[in-house]
């Protein structure tokens, strides 16, 4: 299974936006380390925080299993 960086995926989105990574946290509600983190795929991102930021730049997640039919 390829790895996918989710950090480098965000970090492009904000830029194509024209953001700064403090325009984005203050647009998501979450500190700037918030997002200097998920950028450079730090582990300890807490959860809500991390869709609080896909929200801000429209990045949809979707969660699938094979036990939902």
Do not use: C, W, Y
């Amino acid at each position: 299974m390829d790895d996918f960086d989710l950090g480098a995926l965000i970090k492009d989105h904000r830029k194509k936006a024209g953001l700064t990574q403090l325009e984005l946290a203050d647009l998501a509600g979450v500190g700037k380390t918030t997002v200097f983190d998920i950028e450079k795929k730090k582990k300890t991102v807490r959860l809500n925080n991390l869709f609080a930021v896909l929200r801000v730049l429209n990045i949809k997640v979707e969660f699938k299993s094979p036990l939902n039919k």
